[in-house]
């Protein structure tokens, strides 16, 4: 009865909420932006957005209104951008007011407003930058590639035994990860911390999967309500519980382990010490669960890309082949030869790439741009993925082709975001999906799997969505390309 009668007058609320909203937005409605689609009264274009897979959905739109699309959804005005001029025009050179984040209520909720990578562009945000830059410049990076070194043996030899790459590359990810960040090697692919990792990305779009709960995204004022009302709180407080206890069982592991990390780092950095032992605990714990699940989708991705294109294995082979020879594995000092593994690599991210929208910003103040009027507070997608499909820089969009990097290494590309708010951990994630690629490819014929004598099909467009756009999970076999290299391995 309670529940009902809660129902009843949320509904109400919510009603009446929307009659203002609507006649108050009505009002200020802006006429010098950007064309897009026609808004419905007090939803925006919410209706289109569900109708299929978003960023299908917006691409569309750039293809019928252009480089900039102004839509709103509930009552949030925002504009997509699938021009790189444009992203650096605006993210890049004037990211003094296109630095900030918009307000992820329920993904805030669960990482206590500690996750760097959504917090509003300020103070905060800075001192955790400067965290991470400590033990992610390049400088820093580079001293990592042993580990890489080691960690990518390790799946070489796994996938001897068995064709389950995934457990493989999770390990790998992971255990380069949780290393880095702890002094914590995952030895075996039966360890529950990948799992874990994938759970907690997992949280806020499940979240967003709830009609209910996605509400307070949409209409940011409904999170004043109370908690009867508000069953996305008490949500997010059991993930925030979850994740809390993984951030903090871990870094006390970190600080009292004997060999470096990042834990012991931070600790001892001037911006460590002006944070709590819990911030701190989320500004290493949240780069775990972004570079796990980032570094994942990359190496699943271009496993699926090579089944799917055998004459790009058979090129990278060659190149491998001449490059390094049958008598060692590939190193970090042969990358500058090995162009077409780097095109194989750039190419995938632009076919499909991992992270469709990059994390969307907001202006901090009013500004002019070709014209148009872009009010304070717009919230400002960068749309990878239409810029990827553009094919006015990308001839033959729809297909694979590496050598479209080889024949012009300069195009437009950035995988790992723009301006102030790019991927601090890139460089990281560069190399170690560099290194595990080159020695796949240079240690085994990777080709579709068969069952019963039967081919198992993969579908390209088959993705899963969190922070990134992942294949869906699909076999493949690896088979070992002769025995001097088994012997190798």
Known sequence: MDKHLNLFVFISIFASFLLVTYSLVSKKRNHNLPDGPRPLPIIGNIHQMLSQRLMEVVHKWHQDYGTM?????????????????????????????????????????????????IMPYGKQWQNHHRIMSSFLDTTAVGRYRSLEDM?????????????????????????????????????TTDNDIPAKLHAMNRHPFEAMGNTYYSLVELFPVLDKLPSCLAPWKQFSANVEREAAEFHMEHFEIGKS?????????????????????????????????????ATLTILRLVVKTIVLHPHCLREAQQELDRVVGPDRLPSFGDI???????????????????????IPRTTTQDDEYKGYHIPSGTVIIPNVWAMMLNPEVFPDQDKFKPERWIENPNLDHSPFGFGRRICPGRHLGWDSVFILTAR???????????????????????IELTFTAAPRPFKASFQVRGSKRQEII
């Open 257 to 293: 382990a004997s060999t470096w990390n990042w834990v012991q780092n931070a600790l001892h950095s001037s911006a460590g010490s002006r944070v709590s032992s819990k911030e701190l605990a989320y500004v290493i714990g949240t780069l775990q669960q972004a570079g796990f699940e």
């Open 440 to 462: 796949l490819l240079w240690a085994y014929n990777i080709t579709h799997s068969y069952k019963d004598g039967k081919r198992i099909e993969i579908d390209p467009r088959d």
């Open 151 to 187: 960690e990518s043996k390790q799946a070489l030899a796994e996938l001897l035994e068995s064709d389950d790459f995934e457990a493989s590359l999770s390990r790998y990810a992971g255990s380069i990860l949780m290393t880095l960040g702890y002094g914590i090697r995952l030895e």
């Open 336 to 358: 500058p030869q090995l162009s077409y593994i780097n095109a194989i690599l750039n190419e995938a991210m632009r076919w499909q790439t991992p992270i469709p929208f990059a």
């Open 69 to 117: 699309v102004a839509f709103r959804y509930g009552q949030q005005q925002a504009i997509s951008i699938s021009s790189f001029e444009i992203i650096q025009d605006l993210l890049v050179k004037r990211g003094a007011i296109y630095s900030s984040r918009p307000p992820f209520i329920i993904a805030s909720r669960m990482s206590l407003g500690f996750n760097s990578a």
